[in-house]
């Protein structure tokens, strides 16, 4: 089993702006995804990457993904208060799906 | 838009009683997962199930715990005889696709309260 370890572990922005998440994981992969968590509450899906695919995009979300380097990164472009939140990147080979500490995105109005 | 519904979304409990968290998979998907979130904490994997049975397991997932299909639409998470330590709140998500094929979808959880 494995899981992403994210970084930074907390980003705070200005509304507007954009913010960008890294993630390294250990081991190869089938796909990677990313959720998201608004304070206490169950786990949005975000965005899902193959491990052929190498970057994916999807509204303001934009999404990289470095198999050779085992990393990943997602941009969230033009940030709002509302992206407020935990986000979390999930490697994925089998049924062990498995979070991180996240990276706590904090977006100043 | 499909949800995943659990109940009830609070649960007060004594110590050593056992309790039952229920949750309604999306009609179609496959995979099921529970997971707990001690406040504060990180999301703990705690296990996922396939085809009635559970596929993968965490170190947290010991014989306290279990869980089970019971009628093709619930699925549910069992703690025989609770401790405080098992304060949190459970979330249950379900995929259609194993192995991160497609995404999963996580219901809003029971905040369980053991005192």
């Known amino acids: 089993s494995q899981q992403g370890e994210e970084d930074p572990q907390a980003l705070s922005i200005q509304e507007g702006e954009n913010a960008t998440m890294n993630c390294s994981y250990k081991?190869?992969?089938?796909?990677l995804q990313w959720y998201r968590q608004n304070s206490g509450r169950g786990l949005v899906h975000l965005i899902l990457?193959?491990?052929?695919?190498r970057e994916k995009h999807s509204g303001r979300l934009r999404v990289t993904l470095d198999t050779s380097k085992k990393s990943s990164s997602l941009l969230i472009t033009a940030s709002r208060a509302a992206d407020t939140a935990s986000y979390f990147c999930v490697p994925r080979v089998n049924n062990d799906m498995r979070f991180g500490a996240g990276t706590r995105l904090t977006v100043k109005p | 838009e499909p949800e995943v519904t659990q109940t009830p979304s609070h649960q007060v409990t004594q110590m050593g009683q056992e309790v039952i968290l229920r949750c309604v998979p999306i009609s179609n998907h496959l995979y099921f997962y529970w997971y707990r979130q001690i406040l504060g904490q990180k999301v703990e994997f705690l296990v996922s199930?396939?085809?009635?049975?559970?596929?993968?397991k965490s170190e947290i997932f010991d014989d306290q715990f279990s869980v089970e299909r019971p009628d093709g639409s619930n699925f549910t998470l069992k703690i025989r005889s609770t401790k405080l330590e098992d304060s949190a709140m459970y979330f249950c998500?379900?995929?259609?696709?194993?192995?991160?094929?497609?995404?999963?979808?996580f219901g809003q959880g029971t905040r369980l309260t053991v005192v």
């Open positions: 998500a379900s995929e259609a696709l194993g192995q991160g094929n497609t995404e999963a979808f």
């Open positions: 199930f396939y085809n009635n049975e559970i596929s993968e």
């Open positions: 081991t190869s992969i089938n796909n």
């Open positions: 990457i193959r491990s052929n695919e």
